[in-house]
Protein backbone atom coordinates (compact mmCIF):
# COMPACT_ATOMS: atom_id res chain seq x y z
CA UNK A 1 0.00 0.00 0.00
CA UNK A 2 1.56 3.54 -1.13
CA UNK A 3 1.88 5.95 1.96
CA UNK A 4 2.05 9.71 1.25
CA UNK A 5 2.24 12.23 4.26
CA UNK A 6 2.33 15.59 3.27
CA UNK A 7 3.48 18.24 5.77
CA UNK A 8 4.99 22.12 6.15
CA UNK A 9 1.76 23.75 6.49
CA UNK A 10 0.24 25.89 9.05
CA UNK A 11 -0.63 29.65 9.50
CA UNK A 12 1.30 32.58 7.62
CA UNK A 13 0.88 36.27 6.98
CA UNK A 14 0.03 37.04 3.32
CA UNK A 15 3.34 37.60 2.05
CA UNK A 16 5.18 34.99 3.53
CA UNK A 17 6.30 31.53 2.75
CA UNK A 18 5.76 28.16 3.67
CA UNK A 19 7.45 24.86 1.59
CA UNK A 20 5.33 21.55 1.64
CA UNK A 21 6.78 18.83 1.75
CA UNK A 22 5.41 14.81 0.36
CA UNK A 23 7.14 12.06 2.03
CA UNK A 24 6.23 8.79 0.07
CA UNK A 25 6.76 5.19 0.36
CA UNK A 26 7.01 4.49 -3.02
CA UNK A 27 10.84 2.29 -3.58
CA UNK A 28 11.21 3.81 -7.01
CA UNK A 29 8.92 7.18 -7.04
CA UNK A 30 10.84 7.98 -10.26
CA UNK A 31 8.43 6.16 -12.12
CA UNK A 32 5.55 8.30 -10.90
CA UNK A 33 4.01 11.69 -11.91
CA UNK A 34 3.26 14.09 -8.66
CA UNK A 35 0.62 16.94 -8.34
CA UNK A 36 -0.34 18.98 -5.81
CA UNK A 37 -3.67 19.74 -5.14
CA UNK A 38 -5.68 21.95 -3.24
CA UNK A 39 -9.15 22.46 -1.58
CA UNK A 40 -10.47 25.67 -0.64
CA UNK A 41 -12.33 25.86 2.48
CA UNK A 42 -16.08 25.05 0.93
CA UNK A 43 -15.01 24.42 -2.50
CA UNK A 44 -14.32 21.49 -4.89
CA UNK A 45 -10.36 20.17 -5.14
CA UNK A 46 -8.29 21.62 -7.74
CA UNK A 47 -5.21 21.27 -9.61
CA UNK A 48 -2.28 23.64 -8.33
CA UNK A 49 0.92 21.76 -9.85
CA UNK A 50 2.18 18.70 -11.55
CA UNK A 51 5.58 17.49 -12.40
CA UNK A 52 6.73 14.63 -14.63
CA UNK A 53 8.36 11.80 -13.46
CA UNK A 54 11.48 12.58 -14.68
CA UNK A 55 11.44 15.87 -13.47
CA UNK A 56 11.70 17.63 -16.64
CA UNK A 57 8.00 19.07 -17.15
CA UNK A 58 6.04 21.31 -14.72
CA UNK A 59 2.51 22.51 -14.79
CA UNK A 60 1.30 25.53 -12.87
CA UNK A 61 -2.68 26.90 -12.74
CA UNK A 62 -2.27 30.36 -13.16
CA UNK A 63 -2.80 31.61 -10.15
CA UNK A 64 0.19 30.26 -8.69
CA UNK A 65 2.52 30.70 -11.42
CA UNK A 66 5.69 32.61 -10.78
CA UNK A 67 4.67 32.12 -7.11
CA UNK A 68 5.05 28.24 -6.42
CA UNK A 69 7.62 26.18 -7.51
CA UNK A 70 7.10 22.06 -7.45
CA UNK A 71 9.98 19.99 -6.92
CA UNK A 72 10.96 15.93 -6.48
CA UNK A 73 14.13 14.53 -4.90
CA UNK A 74 13.65 10.76 -6.21
CA UNK A 75 16.66 9.81 -3.94
CA UNK A 76 14.65 10.67 -0.49
CA UNK A 77 11.16 9.65 -2.18
CA UNK A 78 10.05 13.57 -1.50
CA UNK A 79 8.36 16.08 -3.29
CA UNK A 80 8.37 19.69 -2.42
CA UNK A 81 6.14 22.53 -3.16
CA UNK A 82 7.36 26.02 -2.64
CA UNK A 83 5.26 28.91 -1.95
CA UNK A 84 5.72 32.54 -1.75
CA UNK A 85 4.06 35.61 -1.71
CA UNK A 86 1.10 33.93 -0.36
CA UNK A 87 -1.99 35.43 -0.68
CA UNK A 88 -5.48 34.84 1.57
CA UNK A 89 -6.99 32.79 -1.43
CA UNK A 90 -4.21 30.09 -1.42
CA UNK A 91 -5.75 28.84 2.19
CA UNK A 92 -6.74 25.35 1.68
CA UNK A 93 -6.01 21.26 2.39
CA UNK A 94 -2.90 20.70 0.01
CA UNK A 95 -2.84 17.20 -1.02
CA UNK A 96 0.32 15.34 -2.95
CA UNK A 97 -1.24 12.23 -5.70
CA UNK A 98 0.82 10.26 -7.54
CA UNK A 99 0.23 8.48 -10.47
CA UNK A 100 2.45 5.53 -11.85
CA UNK A 101 3.67 6.65 -15.65
CA UNK A 102 6.09 5.65 -17.97
CA UNK A 103 5.24 8.87 -19.88
CA UNK A 104 7.11 12.21 -19.85
CA UNK A 105 3.38 13.95 -18.84
CA UNK A 106 2.06 15.94 -16.13
CA UNK A 107 -1.73 15.14 -15.33
CA UNK A 108 -3.59 17.96 -14.11
CA UNK A 109 -6.47 16.37 -13.39
CA UNK A 110 -7.86 14.47 -10.27
CA UNK A 111 -8.82 11.27 -11.59
CA UNK A 112 -5.82 10.89 -12.97
CA UNK A 113 -4.19 10.11 -9.78
CA UNK A 114 -4.16 6.50 -7.95
CA UNK A 115 -2.88 7.55 -4.31
CA UNK A 116 -3.49 10.40 -2.09
CA UNK A 117 -2.82 11.70 1.41
CA UNK A 118 -4.40 12.98 4.27
CA UNK A 119 -3.37 16.54 3.38
CA UNK A 120 -1.92 19.41 4.88
CA UNK A 121 -3.88 22.60 6.02
CA UNK A 122 -2.36 26.32 4.95
CA UNK A 123 -3.87 29.37 6.15
CA UNK A 124 -2.98 32.39 4.64
CA UNK A 125 -4.00 35.40 6.69
CA UNK A 126 -4.91 38.89 5.62
Known amino acids: QVQLVESGGGLVQAGGSLTLSCKSS????????VGWFRRPPGKERVIVAAINRRGDSTYYTNSVNGRFTISRDDGKNMVYLQMNTLKPEDTAVYYC???????????????????WGQGTQVTVSS
Open 97 to 115: PVKGSLSSDCYTTAYSYEY
Open 26 to 33: IHTISTYA
